[in-house]
């Protein structure tokens, strides 16, 4: 007898936001075009809450069509003092106007272009993160970036 394997689902699992800092553009290194945004600050709320720590950042490519790939890394410490190490690596993609206005600043429609990651989380407190897979979609703003992560179920 063949099964068929479950469908996932998507369940809400907790919003970010995450403040940045100055980006610091590289140039082109044997990696492609890298820029590199540090994550100043921020907070979380959800299935964990807390704030988003300074000292974490978001190591991206830029492609040769002006898409970037994300590697985002950072950390959230609870109200009760627990971590929550977040990494998300994804892809920001759309028309090269719409990614040159997020470059500037521009206030863009998040349905205007693509923004996606997928997380892994690592949590000493809150193993239960630890034991699926989540995704994220995404809203650039000039000085932050606002997800909304779900737990594929």
């Keep these: 007898m063949t099964v068929d394997p479950p469908v ?8 970010v936001v995450a403040d940045l ?11 492609g075009h890298r820029r590199i945004i540090p994550v100043v600050g921020g907070s979380i709320r959800g299935a ?21 790939e994300i590697d985002g890394r950072y950390s959230a410490r609870a109200d009760d003092g627990s971590l929550l190490y977040i990494r ?17 600043g521009a206030d ?8 996606r990651a997928a997380l892994t989380l690592e949590s000493a407190d809150h193993p239960e993160f630890e034991s699926s ?20 179920s």
Excluded: C
């Excluded at 863009?108 to 923004?115: K, R, T």
């Design 88 to 104: 998300a690596r994804g892809v920001r993609s759309g028309d090269p106007a719409v990614l040159e206005a997020l470059l500037g």
């Design 48 to 68: 964990f809450t807390g704030k988003i720590l300074r000292g974490g950042a978001d190591w991206q490519t830029v492609r040769p069509d002006g898409s970037i």
């Design 21 to 31: 800092g100055p980006l610091e553009d590289h140039g082109m290194t044997r990696a």
């Design 133 to 152: 897979v989540y995704v994220a979609s995404y809203v650039r703003e000039a000085n932050r970036v606002r997800y909304v992560a779900y737990r594929v």
């Design 8 to 15: 996932p689902s998507l369940e809400y699992a907790f919003e």
């Design 108 to 115: 863009v429609d998040p349905a205007a272009y693509y923004f």
